[in-house]
């Protein structure tokens, strides 16, 4: 009875700690960054449920198989993708992509929740226009491996490449599962996706070290792909490997089905 102080003590001061983790998480994981050019006149347009007009492009490729639904990383706006995004379109892909809630011409607040809200939509526009989700990948880079993960466990999507993404929000920091509320349980949710997986990540990445994609790999089904770049680090994977990293997508992107 003397411990049963100092133990509910104990258990207040750690629960504490966890809500103080889920208040202050969303602040360093969505840094919400200005627009830096105007919106383009191809800007597309998508209304959400709640009333918030999401901005996305599309750059389509005739002779592509597959789109890529490209979740970027933090930090991340139109202006930012748009001036890397169409080489991927010269790899032979089409690419959708959008911002964020609070992130450069978009208005509304990021979280989890919209996040996963928000994929869903963009697949739907893709289906809606012509795009089955059997000719979808989902390619999450960092931050943007959250939606990825989760749209390819819950939609029947042609493959999921995740680039520079972490097991766990909080393990980022902690490493350790020690924490209540984590963020985009990537690892854990990876267990219910079944459609193909590519992993790539940089050994010397220093924001998310490459522990992390080792355990995504671990948990992810078969047929699924590993590739530790040396040297890389946290973006920018594509300077390094040069022309075996657009190989790379090019290699998963013919091993899966589509129609």
Not at 33 to 44: G, K, N, W
Not at 161 to 183: K, N
Request: hydrophobic letters at 45%; proline letters at 8%; a neutral charge.
């Amino acid at each position: 009875m003397k411990l049963l102080g100092p133990f509910a003590l104990l258990v207040a001061l750690y629960l504490a700690v966890c809500l103080l983790a889920r208040l202050v998480a969303p602040g360093m994981m969505f840094l919400r960054p200005p627009a830096r050019a105007p919106l383009a006149p191809e800007t597309i347009r998508l209304q959400t449920p709640d009333g918030i007009t999401l901005h996305a492009r599309h750059w389509k490729n005739p002779e592509a198989k597959f789109t890529l639904l490209y979740f970027s990383g933090n930090g991340e706006e139109l202006g930012a993708l748009a001036s890397y995004l169409p080489e991927y379109v010269k790899a032979g892909f089409s690419v959708l992509t959008y911002e964020y809630r609070g992130y450069g011409h978009t208005q509304g607040t990021p979280s989890e929740a919209n996040c996963h809200a928000d994929a869903r939509l963009l697949l739907a526009w893709l289906n809606e226009n012509g795009t089955p989700s059997d000719r979808v990948i989902a390619f999450g880079f960092s931050l943007g491996g959250g939606s990825a993960v989760e749209l390819a466990r819950t939609e029947p999507l042609a493959g999921l490449v995740l680039e520079s993404t972490f097991v766990s929000a909080y393990r980022v920091m902690t490493r350790w599962p020690i924490l209540l509320g984590d963020l985009f349980p990537n690892e854990r949710r990876l267990s219910a996706v079944h459609c193909p997986v590519l992993i790539v990540h940089g050994t010397a990445d220093p924001v998310i070290p490459d522990w992390h994609a080792r355990s995504l790999y671990a948990a992810a089904n078969k047929p699924k792909r590993l590739v530790l770049v040396p040297g890389g680090g946290h973006g920018g994977l594509e300077t390094v490997l040069r022309d075996d990293y657009w190989q790379t997508l090019r290699d998963f992107a013919a091993t899966l089905p589509g129609k």
